[in-house]
């Protein structure tokens, strides 16, 4: 007695819906068209205004649109001349976008392959090209969902369907205003533990949406009631199962959404009324689900004439309205067009003179300050070499002191002295040495001072260069002969020629390079 009263009940509560239902269906009808031509006309709007961010926006509301009541094949058109307008940095949260809903008509049309390519580019797009932290989660919490699905139906992969799944819902917990955004990605989830088997898991994520979200109908009513009406059918409990699928169909009629879902569940109520025997119901279900399946999936169907009358309609009205606008301005335009030259033409002249005169002003001074730095670079540089040049001459004079000492010494050593003599000839060659060794040290700290970057710019260069290497550098960029090279540094001038060519050796200097010249460039 129970079990009939549960179902007289069901039944006489689902006559009621589905009167409810039939009632508004011209309703839903009218609205479906009305939402079409609005999108159209915003788009039209947003064309004529130039507004490429606004026709993007509009034209991803209507790819929704068409979507949601089954017209894929205008979904698919609408998305790809979207594609064209959106390859600017600036547009990468509208391509994602849209890859989002490519990845959707893919699925839905079977394009596994295809649908998982979208899938990688729209994901790459958010992780690496968006900057706004919530922005690039809400994607990937959309986009999540999707990778959920592709491993659910493409590859069977549960598990992976299911991480992925989670990690949607764990994306938007991030969001300000989470809630629906994870209530969505629970009914994902809870489709993957129906495919898996596992009603347990099913049914607590099933019915906390449900709990969430109690009547009249809502937008989400359609996959919920849908998963739902899939659990009862799972549970052999046909009448609820029944409930919950009109329920769905009713929210997907109402609401223009997920026409897929709609074709699925038409099928899976003909199965059930067959298994209960209402035959009737059970092919009129059917009926409807290959009526369905018909204008879904077949593109040659011209199903927006109306539409299309509707734009011609509005764009002759833009254009009669454009002329009229053209014939009022027109006199007013050619009357203000000659003043408004001679204010141009005054502008264009007093801007280019303004231009004119602070260019060749900033082009004089700059000059000016390039003549000064040159004669500045000049000066030091003339005056780098005049105290070389004094460099040279003292050297000069220190090697023929240098020479006249030695001379001096050997006609000293020839001499036949005695007695006290002895002594001070001892004494003066004692002194001429010595005063000569510090002659040539008080030299090199001068040339040192003078040129105090040229060491440092030869150690940075060749840092494997010895001090008696460094000296050597120094001599030939004064110029000095091997032969006074051999007579400062006590050296042969084979030796002196020798080192010369084992410094070439660690400069690496190729045979073309002059030695002299390429340490006289260095400063």
């Not at 649908?115 to 919490?141: C, R």
């Not at 780098?384 to 000293?412: P, Y």
Request: aromatic share 10%; with cysteine.
């Amino acid at each position: 007695m129970k079990t009939f009263l549960k179902k007289y009940i069901l039944q006489i509560g689902l006559l009621t819906l589905i009167l409810c239902f039939a009632k508004n269906n011209l309703y839903a009808q009218q609205k479906k068209d009305s939402v079409r031509t609005k999108l159209e006309l915003k788009i039209l709007k947003a064309l004529e205004n130039k507004d490429t961010l606004e026709i993007i926006n509009s034209k991803l509301d209507l790819v929704q649109h068409f979507s949601g009541i089954g017209l894929y094949s205008h979904s698919y058109d609408e998305i790809w001349t979207l594609l064209a307008m959106v390859e600017s940095p600036k547009y990468t949260i509208q391509k994602t976008e849209i890859l989002y809903r490519l990845i959707t008509l893919y699925m839905v049309l079977e394009h596994y392959e295809k649908a998982e390519e979208s899938y990688q580019k729209a994901k790459k797009l958010a992780l690496d090209q968006i900057t706004d932290k919530q922005t690039q989660i809400e994607l990937l919490a959309k986009l999540y969902t999707k990778g959920a699905w592709i491993q659910l139906e493409a590859h069977k992969n549960y598990s992976k369907a299911e991480q992925l799944a989670l990690k949607s819902i764990t994306y938007s917990k991030q969001l300000e205003n989470y809630k629906i955004a994870v209530h969505y990605g629970q009914l994902h989830l809870s489709q993957v533990y129906l495919n898996m088997g596992d009603l347990a898991k099913a049914k607590a994520y099933l019915f906390k949406v449900n709990d969430a979200y109690p009547l009249p109908l809502q937008p989400i009513h359609g996959l919920l009631y849908e998963r739902l009406g899939l659990y009862y059918k799972m549970q052999q409990k046909q009448d609820s199962a029944i409930y919950y699928y009109e329920l769905s169909i009713a929210a997907i009629d109402t609401y223009n959404i997920h026409a897929d879902k709609k074709l699925q569940t038409l099928k899976n109520l003909s199965k059930i009324y067959s298994q209960k025997g209402n035959y009737s119901k059970a092919y009129q279900k059917l009926t409807e689900a290959f009526a369905l399946s018909d204008q879904l999936f077949n593109s040659n169907k011209s199903q927006n004439k109306e539409l299309f009358e509707i734009k011609n309609k509005y764009e002759i009205q833009l254009q009669k309205h454009k002329n009229e606008l053209q014939k009022q301005r027109l006199s007013s335009l050619e009357r203000e067009q000659l003043f408004w030259r001679f204010k141009i033409v005054l502008i264009i002249t007093v801007l280019s003179s303004f231009f004119g005169f602070v260019f060749y002003h900033f082009k004089r001074k700059n000059k000016i300050k390039i003549v000064q730095q040159q004669l500045e670079l000049q000066k030091k540089e003339e005056i780098l070499e005049l105290k070389n040049k004094e460099l040279l001459t003292s050297a000069t004079q220190l090697l023929e002191r240098d020479s006249l000492q030695t001379e001096i010494k050997k006609q000293l050593d020839k001499l036949s002295v005695k007695g006290d003599n002895i002594a001070i000839v001892k004494e003066l060659k004692s002194s001429l040495k010595i005063n000569t060794n510090t002659k040539w040290k008080e030299f090199e700290s001068h040339f040192t001072s003078v040129n105090d970057g040229f060491y440092t710019s030869l150690k940075s260069k060749f840092p494997l260069l010895t001090p008696t290497d460094l000296k050597m550098c120094a001599f030939i960029k004064l110029g000095f002969s091997s032969k006074d090279m051999s007579q400062i540094m006590g050296l042969s001038v084979e030796g002196i020629n020798t080192s010369r060519s084992r410094l070439r050796k660690k400069m690496q200097l190729p045979r073309k390079t002059i030695l002299t010249e390429f340490l006289q460039a260095i400063q």
